[in-house]
């Protein structure tokens, strides 16, 4: 056997050290991305987890992590797949039967975060698997209790709901720990054709039927303001007219009344007044004389005159 030179054998354990230490000082200082989140394994178990940033660990095998993606929205596509920037539909799954036995193709997107690291390593063994079965059972057992008239029309944010809801009960139930943020439907709609065609007619003919609401709305709001503006205006003026009549009608009582007190005390006189002052309202141009037939003669009073000459006198005299 050759010997080793002087040395040697001391420089290769001291070698042999320091790749050792290197080795484990490799297995014990790791990074967490921003969009991760790590799962500390300790023997096997886990024991906690790091957010971003630069952690310490014990060496392996004592100590191991399990970096996934937990602080970003992934999403899943339901009916269809993204190939080179375009959609291919998948029959397989989307195409499914109402709850009046038709037939309709439904495209959706499910958004979804995961919430317990712990749960979705170790509840399920393939989570993305899980969430896409589970969103496809509960996209078929909402449809296939909706009717095809409301779920490709406004019935369509009612099924994103119950799907909602019928998906969160499904990850509760497996415990996954999958938190499901939002699901979207691209499509509901009869397959492509003749019977696509008429199904779009008749939603075209339901958004002109709410248009001309809309409108028949908008002339209501516009004529029925106007409408009561006038009737109001009507009331107004009927209320003043029968004001008025009543204080006419009040002023005439009390005008009667007023004569009817000095007829009591002269009926002669208060007679002969109103007959001479009826005349001069019915004959205003007539000439007043004034006659007593005494005897036999014939005595007269020109009152016209002597009011025609003291008018007359009235001018010339200052």
């Given at each position: ?28 200082f ?20 790091e ?14 992590v ?6 970003i ?8 797949i ?6 291919i539909?998948?029959?397989g799954?989307s ?28 509840n ?6 899980f ?9 078929r ?13 406004d019935g ?8 909602k809801?019928k998906?969160?009960e499904?990850?509760?139930l ?6 499901i943020?939002?699901i ?13 065609n ?7 003919a339901?958004?002109?039927k709410?248009?001309?609401?809309n ?5 209501e ?38 004569v ?7 009926p ?26 005494n ?12 009011l ?11």
């Amino acid at each position: 056997m050759p010997k080793l030179p002087k040395g040697m054998g001391k420089a290769v354990i001291i070698g042999a050290v320091l790749l050792a230490v290197i080795g484990l000082g490799s297995t014990t200082f790791y990074t967490v991305q921003e969009q991760e989140r790590a799962a500390i394994m300790t023997f096997g178990k886990f024991t906690g987890e790091e957010k971003a940033g630069l952690h310490f660990k014990l060496p392996y095998p004592i100590q191991d992590v399990i970096k996934v993606p937990a602080e970003i929205t992934q999403r899943i596509h339901i009916g269809y797949i993204e190939k080179n920037g375009k959609d291919i539909s998948e029959e397989g799954e989307s195409l499914m039967i109402t709850g009046d036995e038709n037939i309709v193709s439904a495209d959706a997107v499910v958004e979804w975060k995961i919430g317990n690291i712990e749960k979705y390593l170790y509840n399920i063994e393939e989570p993305e698997l899980f969430l896409r079965n589970a969103s496809i059972a509960a996209i078929r057992t909402v449809i296939g209790s909706t009717k095809l008239d409301s779920a490709i029309t406004d019935g369509k944010t009612e099924v994103q709901i119950k799907v909602k809801e019928k998906l969160d009960e499904l990850n509760n139930l497996y415990d996954t720990g999958i938190l499901i943020q939002d699901i979207k439907f691209q499509d509901i709609e009869p397959p492509e054709g003749e019977v696509s065609n008429a199904f779009k007619e008749v939603t075209n003919a339901r958004e002109e039927k709410n248009t001309k609401i809309n409108n028949a709305k908008k002339y209501e709001n516009d004529i029925i303001p106007k409408a009561r503006g006038e009737a109001q205006a009507i009331l107004e003026n009927a209320e003043a007219v029968k004001k008025s009549r009543i204080l006419n009608a009040q002023g005439d009582v009390a005008k009667f009344n007023a004569v009817q007190q000095e007829y009591a005390k002269s009926p002669s006189i208060t007679e002969n007044r109103l007959i001479l002052e009826t005349l001069e309202k019915i004959l205003p141009n007539a000439k007043i004389i004034i006659s007593d037939n005494n005897d036999s003669t014939v005595k007269y009073f020109p009152v016209n005159d002597l009011l025609k000459g003291s008018a007359k006198g009235a001018t010339t005299t200052p």
